[in-house]
């Protein structure tokens, strides 16, 4: 399974594309395709078919779509500025993330 520097729930700002300077919270990691949903970010709009069975109303709705991961960056809640994320252990032996830019722990 691949490793991916970006986890759930992280605060992320896109650094290319349409949406470039958004932040958003990561939603959902698509491991397999390197992709992530985040939350109001890549937004499209789809015509979705009404569907009686699952009380599912029809019309136009408005969707994340994923972002490949390499298109975003994780933002330090320390320094509030997307950084580069490393990996270091703590005294009891855990490994955590820290930023880069701060030398803050991340989580």
């Keep these: ?9 992280d605060k992320v700002m896109v650094i290319a594309g349409k949406d470039k300077g958004k932040i958003g919270k ?3 990691i698509l491991r ?5 949903l985040v939350e109001k970010v890549n937004v499209a709009k ?10 599912q109303p029809g019309g136009i709705i408005e969707k994340e779509m994923p972002l490949h991961v390499s298109n975003v960056m994780v933002v330090c809640d320390a ?5 580069k994320v490393g990996y270091r252990y703590t005294e009891d032996g855990k490994k955590v993330r820290f930023c880069k830019k701060c030398n803050e722990i991340i989580d």
Aim: glycine share 0%.
């Design 79 to 83: 320094c509030a500025k997307p950084t």
């Design 32 to 36: 397999n395709k390197d992709r992530i």
């Design 1 to 9: 399974m691949k490793q991916f520097r970006i986890h759930k729930d």
């Design 26 to 28: 990561v939603l959902k």
């Design 46 to 55: 789809r015509h979705v078919r009404p569907n009686p069975y699952r009380q």
